[in-house]
């Protein structure tokens, strides 16, 4: 089995310094890390690259994070975004929440923190691709009739499974073993 790759991470904030010591805690954690300086930047790196997480800066010139949370939620709806602000703000935060955005931090934040976030964002993130791929896989499945097979019996069985398939019932299914 092929060694997974490291996630990306895109920081997106204004302060220098902010990129500089976000990047490190993440290189050390073993992340890719690429920074943009604002939302515009941000933008223009995700649609070339897509990241894996984006963090966030919500006051920046230019284009604001909440600007460029809309955007990017609209052009990558799973892209999961962690908001970070020196204001922590109640209004803010739930305004984030409602366009998106995966959680919401404070600086100064606790490295620990910022750690457990983005692997949660991570773990997140996962389970909606695996959704994704398993509901393309049950499109592409056969029927059960067709798996099964034609008899009176299997036809019969299919016709009961699409019947009890619409409610919220629960069934259990009974018979001898293998069959």
């Not at 109640?90 to 976030?117: C, E, H, M, R, W």
């Not at 773990?123 to 695996?130: G, V």
């Not at 509901?135 to 036809?155: F, H, N, P, T």
């Amino acid at each position: 089995m092929e060694p997974k790759s490291p996630a990306s991470i895109l920081v997106v904030d204004d302060e220098q310094d902010m990129r500089w010591l976000l990047g490190n805690i993440l290189r050390n954690c073993g992340f890719v890390v690429r920074q943009a300086q604002d939302g515009e930047d941000a933008l223009t790196q995700v649609n070339q690259e897509p990241p894996n997480i984006v963090l966030l800066d919500i006051k920046m010139p230019n284009m604001d994070g909440m600007e460029a949370l809309k955007r990017l939620k609209e052009q990558h709806p799973y892209l999961p975004v962690i908001m970070l602000t020196a204001y922590g703000d109640i209004p803010s935060s739930v305004q984030a929440i409602k366009l998106g955005a995966y959680d919401f931090l404070t600086k100064p934040f606790d490295n620990d923190q910022i750690i457990f976030t983005i692997q949660r964002a991570l773990d997140h993130l996962l389970l909606k691709q695996e959704v994704v791929s398993l509901r393309k896989q049950i499109k592409s499945r056969k029927s059960l009739q067709q798996l099964m097979g034609s008899s009176r019996q299997i036809q019969q069985l299919s016709y009961q499974v699409d019947m009890v398939g619409k409610t919220n019932y629960t069934v259990l299914i009974q018979g001898e073993t293998g069959t």
